[in-house]
């Protein structure tokens, strides 16, 4: 198997956060995993600032599209990254030199997914030795980074394999620790002696099961890595509650070590600071920690998220769709709440001043309330009292509930208005359809979204036996679909390699709904089955969720004007929301009545 190992280090970057002083020992780990596992010393590359050279974006793609388009691509990929690292949303960024001063000088690994999948490497890991806390300032909240990876090539073709291992769980910081007066990352240390066999423990055989060679795959090195830094730290008299987490996708086909015989003996390749250099503590985006006499308790943790949102999503996938009103969790949307119109936005924690139609029809604001009257779906412009504002589809028939936090959008869901009587016979029956289906509908649908609200998206991995329960549930009845739970799983499809199920979400909305949303349309177009999907009506003219801002740089020429134009006018939430200067940007194409015409803002 042809294997290359891809380090990057940076210990500098812009915004006054701490030199790192781990990256040389780490490289160090990293590389003697890498010898001793026989990596070809012409396929093991570094790219660094130690040299006092700037580490930018473009070095690390261009070396990855030329290991893409050799003849004999590498089977396997490894990309270690060491450095700091912050998380805007659902995105995990690794900063480069110049960032954040310059905004797209960053690794964004969402954004390296959809390549990642579907390029030429057999295997990819993504190893991210960096915090992942959010930022505390506007020019690290303003970083959006962009992808090391290819574009999608075209053919249609299962996707390959891509494992993403992570120092520490959202919302902490990676350690960089000082033991004896030695500088090193505490998740590299504890990494790369697994991947060296210094545990026999987590040693799988590769076919039968008294044969060898031995391998480390992804799931046992996750579980084993997840306690092991805990244990460590504590050895060491850190009370710091770190966990490591993880996304395999590869088991049990793909490992990441493999022993013909057993380990050989293990060697430590850490080297002490000279003697005149010292360590601070800092606290920031990535902390340097002396040891603390006496040890101390590490108190239990809950499972990491990738496992609980798998615990999560299996209850909520196979809960009884018969429970009655006491067995279903209190909802935040209100029980059969309908308006005479049919059509709408009821609002909770946040109070809108003006709405207007992007085509014809009528709209009545009334504090949190909205009504509409339409016979076609379009986008209602929703302008709040902080003069920030939304713009979402209004569809007939349909409520949309839109949850606000603290000035963002914490979750939006379209379910069927619950009008009864002689004058509402088709509506009585739809919502009829969706209400003995509402408690899985609504139950699949916040775990999604709650990945989206924790900054969690990026490890709502799903099967493909997940998927089709999600879809099929989705479907609640003919010619009923359930918008946001689509939109939502086209994101968890992305995260597990499962693009080729994005046809079919696309496809849907388009028979069931009239419309495609464009978060859809724009993932599909990073697969290779963008062929799939009939070029319709989509909107509105950007992502619903914010994470797919970070996509929009690989697919620039789908977007329209208005859409380059409010990149920068975006605040930060997980659903979009636009800046007043983004209301103001959107206005100029909403529906003008003294014009006597309706200008179409998402037509493509």
Known sequence: MRRTLVLIGVSRTGGNLEELKSIENSFRQMRAWANEQGFDPQQIHEISDLGGKPVRLSDIAELIQTLDDSPTPPDQLVVYFNGHGVRNGSNDLWLLSKAPNQRKEAVSIYACLPGAFNRYFKHVVMISDACRVRPDDNQFASVEGDTIFQNAIEEERESNYVDIFFASTVGTPALEVSIDNKPTSIYTLQLSEFLRGSDTSILERERAPDALPKV???????????????ARLKRNGIN?????????????????????????????????????????????????????????????????????FQQLLNAALYASP????????????????????????HLTGAHTTEAKLTREGNIRVEGELIRVVTAIPQLALITLEDQTGVLLPVIPDHIGFIRFREGVIEDIAYEPSANYGPDYVRQEAR?????????????VREVLATAVWTGNLLIAAVSDEQIG?????????????DPMLLVLLGY???????????????????????FLPF??????????????VATEETFPPFPLIGLGWTLLSRTSGLFREE??????????????????TGVAICKRYVHQEEKGKAVAVAAY
Do not use: M
Request: net charge neutral; charged share 25%; with cysteine.
């Open 492 to 514: 968890a499809c992305v995260t597990s390699g499962k693009q080729k199920w994005l046809p079919e979400l696309c496809n849907l909305c388009i028979e069931r709904l009239k």
């Open 431 to 443: 919502y009829a359809r969706f209400s003995p289906n509402k408690g899985l509908i609504r139950g």
């Open 216 to 230: 480390v795959r992804g799931h046992a090195l996750k579980e084993a890595l997840s306690k092991a830094v805990r």
């Open 240 to 308: 710091r509650n770190v966990k490591p987490d993880a996304i395999v996708t590869s088991d049990p086909i793909r490992w990441l070590s493999t022993f013909n015989d057993d380990p050989p003996p293990f060697t430590n390749v850490i080297e002490p600071l000279g003697k005149s250099e010292q360590i601070p503590l800092t606290e920031g985006h990535q902390t340097i920690i002396p040891p603390q006499p006496g040890g101390g308790k590490i108190p239990d943790v809950p499972p990491p998220p990738s496992a609980r």
């Open 322 to 345: 018969t429970a009655s009103l006491a067995d279903e969790p209190q909802s935040w949307i209100p029980e059969g709440f309908h308006f005479e119109t049919s059509c709408g936005f």
């Open 469 to 481: 329960r999600i879809v099929e549930i989705a479907k609640y009845a003919d010619e009923e679909v």
């Open 563 to 580: 859409t380059i134009l409010l990149r920068d006018e975006v605040t930060a939430s997980p659903w979009t929301v636009l800046t007043p």
């Open 519 to 532: 978060d859809l349309k724009l993932l599909t177009e990073l697969s290779p089955y963008r062929r799939r």
